[in-house]
């Protein structure tokens, strides 16, 4: 069984910062690949971040590039999403997600991963 819990959102004024956390229950954390995935209202899920099961290959959508930074710790079971210079646009439910990886270095694509959270809601104002 597989559980993934966010947290760390909020409401923060544009060019502020947040940093995302998602603890996994996992017993083999270290084979599963992760991503932070986003949806904003009225529109479609978004693949936001992903970071490959060592740790040595991310994966970035080009509005975050530069500001967001995908981070895991194998010792704590937990990846982390650090937001920097955040923007309005940024305002949506972020969503941890994970996959079982038997390669090391690779992230996959969006629509493997098969394992969820519940979402943290995060606010940018202007």
């Known amino acids: 069984q597989v559980q993934l819990v966010e947290s760390g959102g909020g409401l923060v004024q544009a060019g502020g910062s947040l940093r995302l956390s998602c603890a996994a229950s996992?017993?083999?954390?270290?084979?599963?690949?992760m991503g932070w995935f986003r949806q904003a209202p009225g529109k479609e899920r978004e693949f936001a971040a992903g970071i490959s099961r060592s740790g040595d290959s991310t994966f970035y959508v080009d509005s975050v590039k530069g500001r967001f930074t995908i981070s895991r710790d194998n010792a704590k079971n937990t990846v982390y999403l650090q937001m920097n210079s955040l923007k309005p646009e940024d305002t949506a439910v972020y969503y941890c997600?994970?996959?079982?990886?038997?390669?090391?270095?690779?992230?996959?694509?969006?629509?493997?991963?098969?394992?969820w959270g519940q979402g943290t809601q995060v606010t940018v104002s202007s």
């Open positions: 996992i017993r083999t954390f270290r084979s599963y690949a």
């Open positions: 997600a994970a996959v079982y990886s038997v390669h090391s270095m690779r992230v996959p694509t969006s629509d493997e991963y098969n394992y």
